[in-house]
């Protein structure tokens, strides 16, 4: 299996390949910010597919939040072709939890430490937080996630 940074090289000459000026553009930037990335700083490092993957919310984040600032100033041209470029990004994203989905795996660390004979309280928000983030990572928004959390052991 390939990393998604492998993945995003490959789909450079597919889209070369089938002329998809847009696609060819948004992947290319990516790639750059993701070099741009690895080379900042003092010592050059290579970026695992959970950063790889932060930094592709981030900049879907990025074109969404353009699209709605180009959508209330009358740009609809403008703000559809940063709309197209978040879709082209969220594409190489995991797929989105549910929030009965994250709720499941709050319930499932909350059992294995009331298996493991702790009563869970909120002094223990972090023994559960992080098996839970290491499952969700990026697939849920870790504030929503905390408030779960929270309000299980509330």
């Known amino acids: 299996m390939s990393t998604l940074k492998e993945r995003l090289h490959g789909d450079v000459v597919i889209h070369m390949k089938d002329r ?14 993701i070099e741009t990335r690895e080379k900042s700083g003092k010592t ?9 993957t ?20 009358g740009e609809a041209e403008r703000a559809a072709a940063e709309i197209a470029e978040a879709e082209i990004i969220e594409a190489y994203l995991p797929q989105a939890l ?8 709050v319930d499932e660390a ?23 983030t290491a499952k969700v990572a990026g697939r849920y928004d870790g504030k929503t996630v905390s408030e779960i959390v929270r309000s299980r052991l509330a």
Do not use: C, H
């Open 110 to 132: 909350i059992a294995a430490l009331k298996a493991d004979g702790q009563e869970p309280s909120m002094r223990q928000m972090g023994a559960v937080m992080k098996p839970v």
């Open 20 to 33: 998809n000026k847009v696609a060819l553009t948004t992947v290319r930037n990516v790639l750059g910010e």
């Open 98 to 105: 549910t929030r009965d989905e994250v709720e499941a795996i």
């Open 54 to 73: 932060g930094l592709l919310q981030k900049e879907a984040a990025k074109r969404r939040d353009t699209a709605k600032i180009y959508t209330e100033a």
């Open 44 to 52: 050059p490092i290579e970026l695992d597919d959970a950063q790889v």
